[in-house]
């Protein structure tokens, strides 16, 4: 109860770590993470589906 701050940030850090290590694209996390919210295809193979 009342944890929701703290899963948001461990949700957060693991999007981040996904993109971090997603080789695909020499660009930076910030147009990585552009890229995914806007490219499903994308987004699915940073997830890994």
């Known amino acids: 109860k009342d944890h929701?701050?703290?899963n948001?940030?461990?949700l957060r850090h693991i999007a981040l770590?996904?993109?971090k290590h997603d080789k695909t694209?020499?660009?930076g996390v910030k147009s990585k993470?552009?890229?995914a919210g806007w490219n499903e295809s994308y987004l699915m193979k940073v997830v890994g589906l």
């Open 4 to 6: 929701a701050p703290e």
């Open 8 to 10: 948001m940030a461990i």
């Open 17 to 19: 770590n996904l993109l």
């Open 25 to 27: 694209e020499k660009v």
């Open 33 to 35: 993470r552009l890229n």
